[in-house]
């Protein structure tokens, strides 16, 4: 199957600092990315779509603000988490599709631990 | 809205026992169903894929099925191995969303020796 790397695979930061997320697509090009955010023995929530060459598209309730995301090529997406408050400390992960196939599988990447102290 | 649904929450088995886990979800509009796995503190490593036009795909032990009218798939794994615990995930399309995804509650499986 196709291979999404994400990294750092786990982070520490100080509150009020800015955490940068990558999510790559290693051996396909993906025109949208997706953000999911996991908490503690919760389920996966999508959190924004990631679009290249254009703005992200947010869910309800998530700050566009706080939760800055940039794709600028078809093989990498970024989520900047900004000004970080240690209720942003979850897993964050990043899932793509091959743009090439219509209804195709999404793959995820390894997800990032954010601990935000 | 979408819901997605996944019984059990948690299963114990034994090693050997052939086992199925249940996912339902309200809208039957979906054009495909995904199975993943999930180990603790890990990513979603994806393992089956069953198109809405299929009724079930095999890959080595995993059986999954679906029944779009009803909304529901099962997974069924036989043999069930000590390596197979973690939790699973089955997640559907969200309508009109693209690959965009949404997640079962999740089903946390340990299979003791």
């Known amino acids: 199957g196709a291979v999404v790397s994400q990294h750092p695979s786990w982070v520490i930061c100080k509150s009020g600092t800015s955490v940068k997320i990558e999510c790559r697509s290693l051996?396909?090009?993906?025109?949208?990315m997706f953000w999911y955010r996991q908490f503690p023995k919760q389920s996966l929530m999508l959190m924004a779509t990631?679009?290249?060459?254009?703005?992200?598209?947010?869910e309800q309730g998530v700050e566009k603000d706080k939760f800055l995301i940039n794709h600028a090529s078809l093989t990498l997406s970024t989520l900047t988490v900004t000004s970080a408050h240690p209720e942003d400390s979850s897993f964050y992960i990043c899932?793509?599709?091959?743009?090439?196939?219509?209804?195709?599988?999404?793959?995820f990447g390894q997800g990032t631990r954010l601990t935000v102290v | 809205k979408q819901e997605v649904t996944q019984i059990p929450a948690a299963l114990s088995v034994p090693e050997g026992e052939n086992l199925v886990l249940n996912c339902s979800f309200t809208?039957?509009?979906?054009?495909?169903l995904q199975w993943f796995r999930q180990d603790p503190g890990k990513g979603l490593t994806s393992l089956l894929l069953?198109?809405?036009?299929?009724r079930e795909q095999t890959s080595g032990r995993l059986n999954a099925s679906l029944d779009k009218s009803s909304g529901r798939s099962t997974l069924y794994i036989a043999a069930s191995q000590p390596g197979d615990s973690a939790t699973y995930l089955c997640?559907?399309?969200?309508?009109?969303?693209?690959?965009?995804?949404?997640f079962g509650t999740g089903t946390q499986l340990k299979v003791e020796l």
């Open positions: 051996d396909f090009q993906a025109t949208t």
């Open positions: 997640a559907v399309p969200i309508t009109g969303g693209g690959n965009k995804l949404t």
């Open positions: 809208d039957s509009a979906i054009y495909n």
């Open positions: 990631s679009n290249e060459g254009s703005k992200a598209t947010y």
């Open positions: 069953i198109q809405s036009s299929q």
């Open positions: 899932s793509a599709s091959d743009s090439r196939q219509g209804a195709a599988a999404a793959f």
